[in-house]
């Protein structure tokens, strides 16, 4: 039978000024550790550490933009556009001018798996 997830979760952010990320599936509203889905309300000028995650996650900006560093250089996803980070890929995310995102990693997001430089 289908199962209703009736309201997200608010889970603590990296990165600063503090984003809002609202967990609707994963470790911590679900205890799913197949995938997790959130969504992301980033302020203007947030930025988080380079990390190198155990797990994929794709990115669909719905508001704004989110710039992606990575190894060789860094692009931006504008609303209506994804982005998908393979796992081991060491990547960066900032929204400089703010942004609204879903974010979908699989294996679930978990801050042991996310390995963020200190």
């Not at 997830?5 to 205890?31: C, D, F, M, Y």
Request: glycine fraction near 8%; charge should be negative; aromatic fraction near 8%.
């Amino acid at each position: 039978m289908p199962e209703l997830i009736a309201s997200p979760t608010l889970v603590e952010a990296a990165g600063h000024p503090p984003k809002q990320i609202r967990e609707v599936v994963g470790r911590v509203n679900t205890a799913e550790s197949r995938l997790s889905i959130a969504h992301m309300t980033s302020p203007p000028g947030w930025s988080e550490p380079w990390q190198q995650p155990e797990f994929d996650e794709w990115t669909y900006v719905l508001a704004g933009s989110v710039v992606v560093e990575h190894d060789a250089g860094s692009f931006e996803v504008a609303a209506g556009q994804g982005v998908h980070a393979r796992a081991g890929e060491r990547v960066r995310y900032s929204t400089p001018g703010g942004a609204d995102y879903i974010a979908v990693c699989a294996p679930a997001f978990a801050p042991d798996i996310v390995h963020r430089a200190t």
